[in-house]
């Protein structure tokens, strides 16, 4: 027991630890503000103080280390709470995507072992099937809840705890566990592919990197004033902007959704620094009647991701925004930025995806493992300590995205000679039609410009029994607007090669979509996977 | 070996290894100017391919993962070459300080089972005999060294080889070696106790994240163009400054030693944007004629440690160079920065040592293991990954360092009300006398304030029958002047409560000091340790 106190004391020394990141601002700016969620503020002080009782009250339930706790939440206090007790016990959190289906959840539940769920009340209705199949999922933290209305009375889970007694019988004092460097944070779960979701393993060490690589690109300080308005179940949101705030002790005002006319009010009364949002929520505030109207000039840097930006409307953004922008390029699982497009690349090389930050390495590789020069178009790799531990339980995913001694981004792109990573395409949406690959963003590109009646394009490969892909592009006018299959093809001639362009066009009233707006092309892709079936049949036809 | 390929290829990916950052900033920044040493200049891309090539050079010639390797070098490109191939390999680097004398590097090769050398052609007189002492240090390497006279030529040692050979012989690759995150770096040995110096076992997370600590703090980037002239082989140059520079792609412009002159007229004709010098090498720039000739505008921030600047001087210093001025404070257990005494309070806290980095957490601990509140002088204790992993072979030390769940700094002091911290004394140089603590530093100050004749004071506690430790100080009178010790006394009166004053003051011609000019306290209260022996013995009487 000597030995494991001593062994407790140094690990509480040296370790890298998330947790530590908020007990070390709350020791350093104890009296600054930490998160705003609705009428509810908090300082550091009292963040940390919240966070440890609510760990305590973890432990008093019996978790430890390596246990998984699920979370589902709209973005609150006491999510953020959750995923910092979470960290100082070594607990891993596992973030529920409020866009699963309940089998999903369900999927998910079981997979990670989770032993317990904080659930927010109005959200009970959406999880109480999944929790049920799951009889190890034991213990229920209920959060009051924000934002929304409460929930339905009819839906309780069986010995549900308050959220609320939990933090009260908890100690305010640190809750001192044995967590090593590598021990797993979080498992989040990506979405959107024909499988069920794998689950990506993050590490301490991982996320805290990525965190600082964060705040000393994007120069994050504690006079910051951050909105958190993206999911926080999403790593980008969680981990670029949450965690980052934390480790420099800035202050985080917390939104459920967007509305650009709130949000141009929020900048505006709360002094806000920063912002982190969609490309088409910039859109919407540029189109907003207040935008001319609201003092913005507390905005230091504005934050995109998900996508890049078309310049004409960057330029209006730097115009009406004044500030700086940069635009957040990687995935999961690299905990997630692994470039930034940054303010002096933004209009000299416009649609690109930007530079390394401090703490990765990225280059272009072909199918044989071989790195590629600038200029050619290559999957795009990584090195460097945000990479995650692993998929959980999944072996061979995680072998063959480590292969070659890089982690494998499923991204195809290139560098140019000044040395920024252009994106090409995800390497399963190349279209292989004909013994050429065609980028289906580039066919897409084509689309947008050759009819402005066009509000959504997608282009997927579908089977093709001589093509082995066809180029397929499913279109959405404009409210009102009338499209043409048949001339668009002749408009895209002026646009694209001969072989490029689709060979049929299906105009359609909306998209699949995920949570973040991403266009869902694997489903679409199975939707329409009979579309060239020469009997019709929408099976493979072997 | 399939799996230890894989293992191999995970380690590349996802470690924390401060080689990495080097193969990181020359994949992002190959084009900017990494490093001037005299009349030579290398990019990013140059920097990196010399250190690979002797690494190649280290691995043909044996080296492996654990390995010790020597460096006994001035600052020069060399050094950071080996320091970087080390790093990429997982070998250990163990720099010899320049001032020890023949028996304590013969005890730092033995103890650090170094099992070869790279030294500088000119040092090999100060090493060959420690070498000749361990047959087991069986491989030299020497560097053609530069900024002094080539060395005796009576002096060689067996089997050396040449940097030049080893570098040429060695191939542009990256070395692919596995390096855990955790293993250590270099051992670097504290100097300045009575006993034979203890090794600083630093790990690759430990000094990463100190490196990030800087970078974050005090704003480095890409265009920040660095003077490295305090000694390499010392944590503050080292870690601070020079692997910080390299993480975020800047220049460093080596020199060796300090002359005012030279380095305000470097200053004006590179641009250089930051220095780090000692208190008294600012006051010697201050005093220089040139101060008001040079252009300093370049210069963004000013480094300084090992003491804090007079508020006099600091006043002089700000209007002089017109840029920030950062007090960097902790040691060689921390990698070295723990806190960092801040531009925004410079003037308003003179004589204070800072608030904590972003990686570390600061307190103040009793005797018993109790943190203490603020306002309370205690022991200066820490918590954060930039600390040591332990002592060299020496769990006694390593022990008492991390008891309680913290690190021992050996220093104390206190924070004020604000949150900032004091430096009170080191804790072996309190005294205790007649039941009371006095900070050695306190009569100090007293000392300077008392009499303006007085160039150097230094005070310590005695063994004494009555007093248990009796207050002694030993001045150096400034060029020309006299002091009466009898006087002097009596002008204390007006500095000090009476059981504060000197019992005796000593008038001196000099003053023991270690190479970076610290006074060697330890050493005289060696040689003045029979001073008040009834008996005028100078061991103990028991």
Redesign the interface.
């Known amino acids: 027991m000597a030995s494991s106190a001593?062994d407790?004391?140094?690990n509480?020394?040296?370790?890298?630890n998330v947790g530590?990141?908020l007990?070390?601002a709350a020791?350093?700016y104890?009296d600054r503000l930490a998160l705003v969620d609705g009428e509810r503020r908090l300082d550091y002080r009292e963040l940390n103080a919240l966070v440890n009782r609510f760990a305590h009250g973890l432990v008093a339930a019996g978790y430890a280390r390596g246990d998984a706790l699920a979370l589902a939440s709209g973005n609150s206090i006491e999510f953020l709470v959750t995923y910092y007790a979470c960290a100082k016990l070594g607990v891993v959190c596992v973030p529920i995507n409020l866009g699963w289906r309940s089998d999903e959840i369900s999927y998910v539940l079981g997979h990670s072992r989770a032993r317990g769920i904080v659930v927010e009340r109005q959200l009970i209705p959406s999880v109480a099937e999944a929790v049920a199949e799951h009889p190890a999922v034991s213990h229920v933290v209920v959060v009051p809840g924000t934002g929304l209305e409460g929930g339905q009375p009819g839906h309780t889970l069986v010995g549900a705890v308050e959220f609320g007694d939990l933090v009260a019988a908890g100690e305010e004092s640190e809750p001192?566990a044995y967590v090593a460097?590598?021990d797993p944070l979080s498992y989040l779960y990506t979405s959107g592919t024909t499988s069920f979701p794998k689950g990506v393993v993050g590490n301490h060490?991982?996320i805290y990197?990525e965190s600082?690589s964060m705040?000393?690109e994007a120069?994050f300080d504690e006079t910051d004033r951050f909105v958190a308005l993206m999911p926080m179940f999403h790593t980008a949101q969680l981990n670029c902007h949450c965690t980052a705030a934390v480790?420099?002790g800035a202050a985080l005002f917390i939104e459920r959704g967007f509305d650009a006319g709130r949000l141009l009010d929020l900048i505006e009364t709360e002094k806000i620094t920063q912002i982190f949002a969609l490309p088409m929520m910039y859109r919407e505030m540029l189109d907003h009647p207040d935008i001319d109207r609201r003092d913005l000039s507390s905005l230091r840097r504005a934050l995109y991701a998900m996508a890049t930006m078309p310049e004409a409307q960057l330029r209006r953004c730097l115009d009406a925004f004044d500030c700086d922008f940069y635009l957040l390029f990687g995935q999961t699982e690299m905990s997630p930025t692994a470039t930034l497009f940054r303010p002096e690349h933004q209009l000299s090389h416009a649609g690109a995806v930007g530079?390394?930050v401090?703490?990765?390495?990225?280059?272009v590789m072909d199918e044989d493992g071989t790195l590629l020069p600038a200029g050619q178009d290559g999957e795009i790799v990584?090195?460097?300590?945000h990479?995650l531990?692993g998929y959980l339980d999944n072996q061979e995913a995680t072998?063959e995205a480590?292969?070659?001694?890089?982690?494998h981004s499923g991204d195809v792109g290139h560098f140019d000679s000044d040395?920024i990573l252009w994106f090409t395409d995800r390497r399963k949406d190349v279209i292989k039609t004909g013994g050429e690959n065609v980028a289906s963003i580039e066919v897409e590109k084509a689309l947008y410009a050759a009819d402005p009646n066009i509000a959504e394009a997608v282009v997927v490969g579908l089977p093709h029994e001589r093509w082995t892909e066809a180029i397929t592009a499913m279109v959405v006018p404009a409210p009102g607007a009338l499209v043409d299959p048949e001339v668009l093809r002749e408009k895209l001639r002026g646009h694209l090669d001969a072989y490029k362009i689709p060979k049929t066009i299906v105009v359609s009233d909306g998209l699949p979509k995920t949570s973040t707006g991403k266009i869902q092309k694997n489903v679409l892709r199975k939707s329409h996977s009979g579309l060239y079936a020469p009997d019709g049949d929408t099976e493979p036809s072997i």
Chains 1, 2 share one sequence.
């Open positions: 001593q407790l004391g140094r509480l020394i040296q370790r890298v530590d990141s007990t070390r020791a350093r104890p001192e460097d590598r060490t991982a990197l600082m705040a000393l120069r480790m420099v530079t390394p401090t703490n990765v390495q990225v280059a990584y090195r460097g300590p990479a531990t072998d480590f292969a070659h001694g890089w982690f040395g």
